[in-house]
């Protein structure tokens, strides 16, 4: 079964950057989808950013369009969310996840990290 490991959350200043990163145990087919989604407190967790493995074809959602970008290394079957200019609304707790949809979750999910934004 594959596993996915997130990592890279820390507490931050609102205006810094952070990378988060996300190791998949098996390299994923071109159709798969990698995405980022996260939860803030009190909140449904809602979608982030996407990537298609084969297409290097990226999605982001409005909210973070133009501040956060999605990349991946395929030798090490990781991908990153560069994240800049954070604002204390970006605090949550970041899940990476593998699926097929670019808007729409799949089945596996890693464990989740936090990032935490101050003002």
């Known amino acids: 079964q594959v596993q996915l490991a997130e990592s890279g959350g820390e507490s931050v200043q609102a205006g810094e950057s952070l990378r988060l990163a996300c190791t998949v145990s098996s390299r994923p087919y071109s159709s798969h989808v990698l995405g980022w989604y996260r939860q803030g407190p009190g909140k449904e967790r809602e979608f982030v950013a996407s990537?298609?493995?084969?297409?290097?074809?990226?999605y982001y959602a409005d909210s973070v369009k133009g501040r956060f970008i999605m990349s991946r290394d395929s030798a090490e079957n990781t991908v990153y969310l560069q994240m800049n200019s954070l604002k204390p609304e970006d605090t949550a707790v970041y899940y990476c996840?593998?699926?097929?949809?670019?808007?729409?979750?799949?089945?596996?999910w890693g464990q989740g990290t936090q990032v935490t934004v101050s003002s």
């Open positions: 990537m298609r493995w084969g297409r290097r074809s990226t």
């Open positions: 996840n593998r699926g097929a949809d670019p808007y729409s979750p799949g089945s596996y």
